[in-house]
């Protein structure tokens, strides 16, 4: 009987110090996870649904660094969530990184952000409902518009594009809406225009064009060639016709590179992984999503408006990728 009891508690013995071991082995485990926060835009962007493509990559083949998505008004509040360390990574149109490294307006000073990579390219889209009359910027003049969340990006771009074409919110009822909302508001005539933006092609507006009939106006080339020549992070750029339902003719309009950017203060070795990851699996990432098609290893390594991060240039040079000099 007591050498029952004597192998009774050797084996509960054993039991409770291999249960000790394995709890000790998980939150060892679950330390060595390291957790961001990224930065991204409206749902109904491109920018949400690429941080979690991203995101999912990172949890597939690198759980180590675990990615949490955050919708946010944006471009420039991204930035100012970067400076206060409300996020760990952000997306950026190439204009908000821009004046923020630089100190420019919006900003009071400057913001110190590292370039991750390039995404994708993202046209402005200025549409209107196709029997609304309006063909030009100057049919704008006394109608409503959607011109997007009041201090977003894409509302600074819009207020910048109208005045390079002639016009200023003096001379229409601008509305500080987000994206997700203009499509109700265009069927339901409460606006005559809405502004957006996104990489093609964007959820956003193949949901309008797939619920009533629509145009895209065209940003007149002289206004493309003053809004370039006062920011150098907006550039031509051209929609293919059919990549909306009823848009069978190309848009001229401007638009911007989308950059995953980070604070310098990001480790090196996160950085690395998470480039790393991506462009590793560059043909899954781009299966995320339409807008991503484009994506490669050119695209990746160019258009820097920031300073790369010593990670992504470990990797680039890792495998062989060449990558443009960010120049102020």
């Not at 370039?115 to 030009?136: D, E, H, R, W, Y």
């Not at 933006?197 to 493309?224: K, Y």
């Not at 203060?265 to 462009?279: F, Q």
């Amino acid at each position: 009987m007591y050498r029952r009891n004597v192998s009774m508690l050797w084996i509960i013995s054993v039991l409770v110090l291999a249960l000790s071991l394995v709890s000790f082995q998980s939150v060892e485990s679950a330390d060595k996870v390291i957790q961001l926060i990224v930065g991204t835009a409206d749902i109904q962007g491109s920018f949400y649904p690429a941080g979690n493509a991203i995101s999912e990559l990172m949890r597939r083949y690198d759980p180590s660094v675990s990615l949490s998505v955050q919708a946010t008004a944006g471009g420039i509040e991204n930035a100012r969530l970067l400076a206060g360390k409300n996020v760990d990574i952000a997306f950026l149109p190439s204009d908000a990184l821009y004046q923020a490294v630089m100190g420019m307006k919006p900003f009071a000073k400057k913001i110190e952000i590292n370039q991750i990579m390039s995404i994708f390219i993202a046209p402005i889209k200025f549409v209107v409902l196709k029997n609304s009359g309006i063909k030009t910027f100057a049919d704008l003049k006394g109608k409503r518009v959607a011109v997007n969340e009041k201090g977003s990006t894409i509302e600074v771009r819009c207020r910048m594009l109208l005045e390079s074409c002639g016009l200023t919110y003096d001379d229409i009822k601008p509305l500080y809406v987000p994206t997700s909302q203009v499509g109700d508001m265009l069927i339901n005539r409460q606006i005559d225009m809405g502004v957006g933006a996104g990489a093609d092609p964007s959820a956003w507006l193949m949901d309008i064009s797939n619920r009533t009939n629509i145009e895209l106006l065209n940003v007149p080339e002289d206004g493309i060639a003053k809004t370039a020549k006062s920011d150098r992070t907006l550039f031509r750029q051209v929609i293919p016709a059919n990549t909306y339902k009823g848009v069978d003719k190309e848009n001229i309009t401007v638009g911007t590179t989308t950059v995953v950017g980070c604070a310098p203060g990001l480790p090196e070795d996160v950085v690395y992984r998470i480039t790393k990851t991506v462009l590793t699996h560059k043909d899954e990432f781009t299966s995320f999503l339409g807008a991503l098609k484009g994506f490669d290893n050119s695209v990746a390594a160019s258009k820097p408006f920031a300073p790369w991060h010593p990670g992504a240039i470990k990797y680039f040079k890792e495998a062989g990728i060449k990558y443009e000099e960010f120049k102020p």
